[in-house]
């Protein structure tokens, strides 16, 4: 049996993929905004709360500083990576919108 906690989140920000190179989708160029809804899990050991989970949340929330975040040219697989190394998670799912985006697991 494993056991996860999980914390999401929304999270203000802008990015851009400045080299994007499809006719179709060129304005991903330019800085753009999203909500970035993040789902963020992590292995525990136990059902006593290895870590608080208000105290994970809030944690990943002083990570990323004051909102709108300017993530740069970073995509969500890029910003997914970023929190799933520095909190050693599980998995952790980056949505642009609630829409579209990605999932990193283990």
Known sequence: MTTEIIVKLQIE??????????????????Q??????LDVRK??????????????????????????I???????EMIAEDIFKKFNCSSVKVLEDNE???IITE
Request: glycine residues 6%; neutral net charge.
């Open 100 to 102: 579209n985006g990605a």
């Open 43 to 68: 292995k525990v050991t136990h059902f006593d709360r290895d870590i608080e989970i208000i105290l994970f949340k809030r944690n990943i929330l002083e990570y990323f500083g004051k909102q709108p």
């Open 70 to 76: 300017d993530f740069g040219n970073k995509s969500c």
């Open 13 to 30: 920000g802008y990015h851009q993929w400045q080299e994007c190179n499809i006719d179709e989708v060129s304005f991903l160029k330019n």
């Open 32 to 37: 753009h905004r999203h909500i970035f809804y």
